[in-house]
C-alpha cells in the first residue's frame, strides 16, 4: 500500500437533477426574454436566484473532488474528521442504515467505547442514530473504490462482519 491512499465521491448518478436543474434556468430565462414583465415578479426574482445558487452548488459538487476517506499507515481519515488510528479499531461491520425511507449501505469501523478522540458534532449525532460515529458511506464511491478499501479494511482489522 503506497504511504497514503484517498477515495473521493463519485456524483455520476445524480447527473439527471443537474440537467433539471439547467433546463429550468433555461425555461426561466426563455420567459423573462419573451415577457420582460416577468422580472418584476418578486416571484420570479425568487425563483431564478434559487436555481442559479442550486446551479453554483452543482458545479462546486462535480468541479471539485471530495474526499471521503484517506487510508494510510498510520490510520483511517473519515471525510473532515481526525485521524483514527489502526490500533484504536476493533473490528468492522458492514451496515445497512435507514435514512429518508432508504437504505444504505456503510462499513462502521467498532472501536473501545471509552478511547481518547475528539468527536465532532456530526460524529456524536451519527452515534445516535446508527451510523455510528466511524462509518465510511458506500453509497457514492465508485465500485473498484469500494473493493479496495475493504480490500484495505480487511487487511487492517480482520474480516469485516455482517
Not at 420582460?36 to 445558487?53: E, G, H, K, N, R
Not at 472501536?111 to 453509497?139: D, H, V, W
Amino acid at each position: 500500500m503506497p504511504h497514503t491512499q484517498k477515495f473521493y465521491y463519485s456524483f455520476k448518478k445524480n447527473y439527471f437533477w443537474l440537467i433539471s436543474n439547467i433546463l429550468m434556468i433555461a425555461l426561466l430565462v426563455s420567459c423573462c426574454i419573451q415577457f420582460p414583465a416577468c422580472l418584476y415578479w418578486w416571484q420570479m426574482q425568487i425563483l431564478i436566484i434559487t436555481f442559479i445558487v442550486t446551479l453554483l452548488m452543482w458545479c462546486y459538487k462535480y468541479l471539485l473532488k471530495h474526499q471521503v476517506v484517506e487510508v494510510s499507515k498510520k490510520g483511517i481519515k473519515i471525510d473532515h474528521n481526525q485521524i483514527l488510528k489502526w490500533n484504536n479499531v476493533i473490528g468492522a461491520e458492514y451496515r445497512e442504515v435507514n435514512c429518508c425511507f432508504k437504505k444504505f449501505p456503510v462499513i462502521t469501523l467498532r472501536t473501545p467505547r471509552r478511547m481518547k478522540y475528539k468527536y465532532n458534532f456530526l460524529q456524536k449525532r451519527c452515534e445516535k442514530i446508527g451510523f455510528g460515529a466511524f462509518s465510511i458511506p458506500l453509497y457514492d464511491i465508485e465500485k473498484e473504490d469500494i473493493h479496495k478499501l475493504s480490500h484495505i479494511i480487511v487487511d487492517k482489522v480482520g474480516d469485516i462482519h455482517h
